[in-house]
């Protein structure tokens, strides 16, 4: 045990990083009193969703949960949080909306902008150290219970769902950039080298918390996976993309269903050309997030392995024409949640979320990139 | 004139530095040594002080912020000018009661002990400091760095006393488990 005295802490306070002098100099604020009149359509919704264990394959306990069931409780944080105005800083919090927008303008400016805003940003950057933890971390598939929380993004509001089995204690060492303050005690950080938001660290008190990017909240507008791509991901160009990693759908496991998958295999795309097609396709595939989706419920594709069993999981088809995808991106990002179906002509996501039916040129795209015919 | 500017001012040793440092951050020093000293003939000595550090100081030194750099020449200047006067009795100001407030966040003493470099410690309060909310942080600072009342902050960012004196409560109280599991104590 080291020891020191309180004269010490506080010379070594006066010794602290100066950018958090500066930011804490008297003058920088001034009391402009705004109440956030807003947060509390805004602010962090909980929805605590209570389903059954989920075992071996989560995948169709998810599609099931989120189709059928209506357990989903949601509390919304009613808070009127007053807040002082920030002159100085760039992120200045007078409204949680502004705040989020300026830091979402383009997450590939996210560094340059950190470099100009005075919110204090940890050093860490170490981002293979955080991608690391996240691929040690306990099986989440020992977890019955899955939370969600909406944060705003830009002019949307996005849901996030915590991420199990991340100690609370080890994340405090991939803490990035700020992010946005929730309330008093309550703020949301990048994880350490991130500066986009498919992750996002939750500091509740003295308790971390990762969440990770499902689905933009549709009302009265859908989004597209291009919005995903640059507000989420901050993917701008097909360039960025290093590349696609296509793999069967694993839905069917059974011994049948894993000689299929053995038969298709996994490829791995990183030609231009072929990073290029696919990331125009997308760039405005509508999604209803976790609205219902009818123009797609159909089977509207046969291909040389369709067959007439109505049950397309047993068939094996569900396995032939569906590829699971993750794009990597050149900052080592993954997108790793979308699925290509291809009987049905669209893409899907765990939990329920599809997208429009797509043009019968865009599935042929796809079909032809994939090798599914 | 932009700090840029002044910093120019002092590498071309040209005696304008000090006038633009006083013009521009003079009531920013003052108000940092006042709070310490609380006493006006004392403040507007270590102010005077601090610009001749500063001239001392650039060239070799090109600070990045200017105003903090100034600020910490200040600070330290008024805590050993402090230090030299109270040795026999402790005066008004702020700096008696941040001291024993600053004791709270301190654990208690352990069994094997060793004294703690500064710069060490320097560093731990840099990367707590980072895990405070930019509001939380900046109170802190104010309290703690600048020396300011309760009744200043309070009224800067719009609080009431309660509330600052609250998170400041908070703060201490994790300031004091995150030195504690850092193995420090008093």
Known sequence: MKHIKEEQLLRALGEVDEKYIAAAAPGMIHSAKKRWTRLAAMAACLCVIVG???????????????????????????????SPEEVQPQYATSDWEDAVEERTKSSKNAATEDKKCTVPQIEADDSAGFDAMLANRGQENTVDVAIYTQIPIGARTAQYEQVHGVDSEELRD?????????????????PAGKHNCKYLIRMEGEKWSLWVFRNFVVTDTTYTYG??????????????????????????NTEFGQKIQTEIGTTVYDELADLEQFYAVIQDVCCYGEQENNDSAEQRYTYSFSTEDPD??????????????????????????????????CFYEFGGIETEALSEQQVQTLNALFGIS | MEDGEIIALYWARSESAIAETAGKYGAYCRSIAYHILCDAEDTEECVNDTYLHAWNAMPPQRPSRLSAFLGKITRNLSLDKYGYKMAAKRGGGQMPLVLDELLECIPVQGSVEQE????????????????????????????????????????????????????????????????????ISL
């Open chain 1, 227 to 252: 919005d995903v791509c640059r507000e989420i991901y901050g993917l701008e160009r097909a360039d960025q993309i290093v590349s696609i990693t296509a793999a069967p759908s694993t839905a069917n």
């Open chain 1, 312 to 345: 397309k999981l047993s068939s094996g088809e569900a396995i032939y024409g569906v590829r699971d995808l993750t794009i990597l991106l050149e900052d080592g990002t993954t997108i790793d949640s979308w699925n290509y179906d291809a009987l049905r002509g």
């Open chain 1, 174 to 190: 991939y803490i990035g950039a700020f992010y946005l303050e929730e309330s008093e005690d309550t703020g949301w950080y990048y």
């Open chain 1, 52 to 82: 059954a264990a989920m075992v071996a394959d989560p995948i169709s306990l998810w599609r099931s949960d989120q189709k059928n069931e209506t357990v989903a409780k949601q509390a919304v944080l009613e808070s009127e949080q007053e």
């Open chain 2, 116 to 183: 703690l470099e500064d710069r060490e410690l320097v560093e731990l309060l840099n990367h707590f400091l980072a895990t405070l909310l930019p509001r939380n942080r900046n109170v802190f600072l104010r309290r703690y760095w600048y020396l300011n009342s309760v009744r200043e902050i309070a009224a800067d960012y719009g609080l009431g006393e309660s509330n600052v004196k609250m998170i400041l409560l908070r703060t201490r109280e994790k300031l004091r488990r995150y030195l504690e599991k850092e193995g």
